[in-house]
């Protein structure tokens, strides 16, 4: 009789997950240098992202990221710091951990110069961590940065913010961390269709007026239709101008998609509209979207008034 217990089969999901090594981002450096700007960036970015974490539970929450549920996070970015008494310690045996389990965490350390530290924390009017222990803010600031040295010299990347807006912190990380084996861009494009009868999207940063070009509602047979349909794209683009407006449209937003993600623009929106929302704007909307997602950029469509056409 065989009283070996069976071991449950995997999924597919679980195996192609452990296949894969987690794309992991540590997230550390002086206090005030700008770690929460940096993980909502990694968070934009479409990374799970934990702040405060004891670096003794980074290989845990690594490890829950093969489950299924988490496979649409592209990795994971863990905001640590000094809070902890044996932070170094403990730091260094998560990295060795997650080496063992063939993990390499990209560690990213933030730091600024004494007198901006100074000012941020004037600023912000927050204590410093180390003052707890009796420390004066200077002098805690002194004592961290020379506690965290041999982390600095770990960094895969060292980043210094004391003359880094938000934006700049963004394009550094994007530059570094932006995945590399993919081509969508960071930057992502929402496409709205609308009526100008019912309104103009107030979130939209671009919008273009289709009114200028023949309108299928005054066909009879078109008119049920809407711009999702063969008989009604047909109808807008037989049209010179709409075929000569949508390729100098499509110019304009591949020249411009470009220069806004390099300033660290994570989103857009572009809407067009005609006088219903339910045929001119619709078809121009949905050929945007093709081309955008052609040229791969992350892109969503809504079309906010086809119902009400």
């Keep these: 009789m065989n ?18 090594p987690v794309a992991v981002c540590i997230v550390t450096g002086l206090s005030g240098a700008g ?3 940096a993980l909502k960036v990694f968070e934009d970015m479409g990374h799970f992202v934990v702040d405060g974490l004891p670096a003794s539970l980074a290989p845990e929450m690594v490890a829950m990221m093969a489950r299924p549920s988490m496979s649409h996070f592209k990795g994971i970015a863990l905001g640590m710091d000094l ?5 170094l310690d403990e730091i260094n045996e998560a990295l060795s951990d997650l080496t063992a389990k063939n993990v390499r965490p990209m560690l990213l350390f933030l730091e600024c110069d004494v007198q901006e530290l100074l000012r941020r924390y004037a600023t912000t009017r927050r204590p410093h961590p180390l003052e707890r222990e009796g420390l004066g803010l200077e002098t805690a600031l002194l004592s961290e940065r020379n506690s965290l040295r041999p982390l600095r010299e770990m960094a895969d990347l060292v980043v210094d913010t004391s003359r880094f807006s938000i934006h700049d912190l963004r394009r550094a ?7 590399s084996k993919s081509k969508l861009r960071a930057i992502k494009v929402n496409v709205i269709s609308f009526g100008f009868k019912y309104g103009v999207p107030r979130e939209a940063d671009f919008v273009f007026d ?3 070009l023949s309108n299928p509602y005054f066909v009879e047979e078109l008119r049920p239709q809407c711009g999702k349909d063969k008989a009604v794209a047909q109808y807008v683009f037989n049209q ?4 000569e407006f949508r390729a100098k449209l499509m110019d304009l937003l591949l020249f411009m998609l470009p220069l806004m993600e390099a300033e660290g623009r994570y989103r857009v929106t572009i809407a067009v509209g005609c006088t219903g929302g339910r045929h001119r704007s619709v078809a121009m909307a949905e050929e945007i979207l093709q081309a955008l997602k052609q040229a791969d950029y992350p892109t969503t469509l809504e079309h906010r008034h086809l119902e009400l056409g």
């Design 35 to 37: 770690k929460s700007t």
């Design 3 to 20: 009283t070996t217990k069976q071991q449950p089969e995997e999924s597919a999901a679980e195996i192609c997950a452990a296949e894969q």
């Design 173 to 179: 990380i994007q530059k570094r961390w932006s995945d």
């Design 210 to 212: 289709l009114r200028f």
């Design 240 to 243: 010179p101008h709409a075929r």
């Design 83 to 87: 809070r902890q008494s044996n932070f």
